[in-house]
């Protein structure tokens, strides 16, 4: 079994509680613009997405010159509109201090823009603590596997030696086109059968569970006892 030493994480969804003010922003922003405003299930679905392709998704009637004003007003109800500091979900900084205390290298690859996650960063306290981040805005959105590829070359690791963890198909789907194992958690926006249906090395419910299989090296759910 080949050594993890990368261990990347999306970011809103899977170390970040960030639905529902992603859901509100996005809400926010079609109301302004006089759009009909979605329900949580279909804002929820294209979170993962960078901006432009999620807006490409979610207001698929919106003519091309009018998406940057609504990118404008998602950015001004996730970033600005609401001070108050969106939460780790519980557990997620014991994993990442025990992961680094380890030897791993620890990295980011998020649909959010760069102003949004250096916020996030700065919110939770976790400012220096990767090696490296991407974001949706200084590559190709997810599922294409640029981020990825980006983060390997950073690190000098190669794909077998990285895992991707994501709570949304769109995670999951770039560490395969990667070529990369992934590992799918529960808790986010994606329903589990949605998740297994990319093929994932394992899916986990609680961020203990994703904590020792990450300690143990990964193991595929079919080679398990």
């Known amino acids: ?23 509100a922003a996005m ?15 279909r ?7 960078g901006l432009a392709e999620a807006l490409h998704r979610l207001v698929p009637d919106l003519p091309d010159h009018r998406h940057a004003e609504m990118a404008k ?33 620890l990295a980011v690859a998020t649909g959010k823009g760069k102003a949004g996650l ?10 220096g603590r990767f090696h490296a981040t991407r974001t949706a805005e ?6 294409h ?11 000098g690791c190669e794909p077998h030696e990285a895992v991707m963890v994501g709570d949304t198909e769109y995670d999951l789907l770039m560490a395969r086109n990667a070529g990369m194992p992934a590992v799918g958690v529960t808790w986010g926006v994606h329903w589990p059968e949605r998740l297994r249906e990319t093929g ?15 300690h143990g090296g990964g193991q595929r759910e079919d080679e398990s006892a």
């Open 118 to 127: 250096e916020q996030a960063l700065a919110e939770s306290g976790l400012v």
């Open 43 to 49: 804002a929820c679905d294209v979170i993962g997405l």
């Open 73 to 105: 007003r998602y950015r001004y109800y996730y970033l600005e509109a609401d001070p108050t500091p969106t939460p780790l979900f519980p557990g997620a900084m014991e994993l990442l201090e025990g992961l680094e205390a380890a030897g791993h290298l």
């Open 138 to 143: 200084e590559t190709r959105s997810k599922p």
């Open 145 to 155: 596997p640029q981020m990825l590829e980006e983060l390997l070359d950073f690190t």
């Open 200 to 214: 994932p090395e394992a899916l986990v419910s609680t961020m203990d569970e994703l904590a020792r299989w990450l």
């Open 1 to 23: 079994m080949a050594e993890r030493r990368l261990m990347i994480f999306d970011w809103d969804g899977t170390l970040m509680d960030s639905e529902a003010r992603i859901v």
């Open 27 to 41: 809400q926010g922003a079609c109301r302004d613009l006089g759009l009909e405003v979605p329900d949580r299930e």
